[in-house]
Each structure stands twice: as structure tokens, then as C-alpha cells.
Nanobody
Framework: QVQLVESGGGVVQAGGSLRLFCVDS????????MGWFRQAPGKEREFVAA????????YYADSVKGRFTISRDNAKNTMYLQMNSLKPEDTALYYC???????????????????WGQGTQVTVSS
């Protein structure tokens, strides 16, 4: 059974940085694209970034482009999200997600992800 566990969230001042981690267990991590999503109170869950199975291809939401970097280490079954120049509007519960289909190109669509972690809270104070 696939299990995704996020960590690395916390409270940071505007302009600061955080690094999120997502550890995947239960299947061959290196075969699947992965993504990060976030959900703020009272808002829909939204796409943040995605990475292909090999890490060669990435895709970002416009709101985080140039500030966030997604990466993965397939030897460690771990995906990362480096978040720099954080803004109060980045405050949300951040989820990692795993694609349902092996070797598919990166996708910003929630319906393409079959497995989700429990989320890690990121709070950016002004």
C-alpha cells in the first residue's frame, strides 16, 4: 500500500525559506511523477509544482515560479520542495501527491494523482 508522509512545515517570517519533504513507500517511487499541492482555509486545493519520474521535467504554478524548486532523490524515495522568498499568501496546508500512472508526463491536475499525504502546515507571518 502506498504511503506518503510529508514533513518540514513550520512558521516563518515573510521573505524566509522552508524545505518540505515527502517520503514515499509501498511501490517503485522512481516510476511515478509526483506533485505538491496546497490548500488554504476556505479555499480549493491548488497545484503548486510537479516533477517527472526521473526528475528531468518540472512544472510550476505561476504564483510560485522563480521562488519554489521541486526536486527528488529516487535512491531515497523522497521528494522535496524548496520554498524561498515566502509570502503570507503562501500560508496553507501542503500536500504531496503521487501519480496513478507510471511514466506519465507531469500534470497539474488533481485527478491525475491517486495517492496523497496527510499534509504539513506552512505559516508565513508578515
Amino acid at each position: 500500500q502506498v504511503q506518503l508522509v510529508e514533513s518540514g512545515g513550520g512558521v516563518v517570517q515573510a521573505g524566509g525559506s522552508l524545505r518540505l519533504f515527502c517520503v514515499d513507500s509501498g511501490r517503485t517511487f522512481s516510476n511515478y511523477a509526483m506533485g505538491w499541492f496546497r490548500q488554504a482555509p476556505g479555499k480549493e486545493r491548488e497545484f503548486v509544482a510537479a516533477i517527472s519520474s526521473t526528475g528531468a521535467s518540472t512544472y510550476y504554478a505561476d504564483s510560485v515560479k522563480g521562488r519554489f524548486t521541486i526536486s527528488r532523490d529516487n535512491a531515497k524515495n523522497t521528494m522535496y520542495l524548496q520554498m524561498n522568498s515566502l509570502k503570507p499568501e503562501d500560508t496553507a496546508l501542503y500536500y504531496c501527491a503521487a501519480d496513478r500512472v507510471a511514466f506519465r508526463r507531469v500534470s497539474p491536475e488533481r485527478r491525475d494523482y491517486a495517492y496523497w499525504g496527510q499534509g504539513t502546515q506552512v505559516t508565513v507571518s508578515s
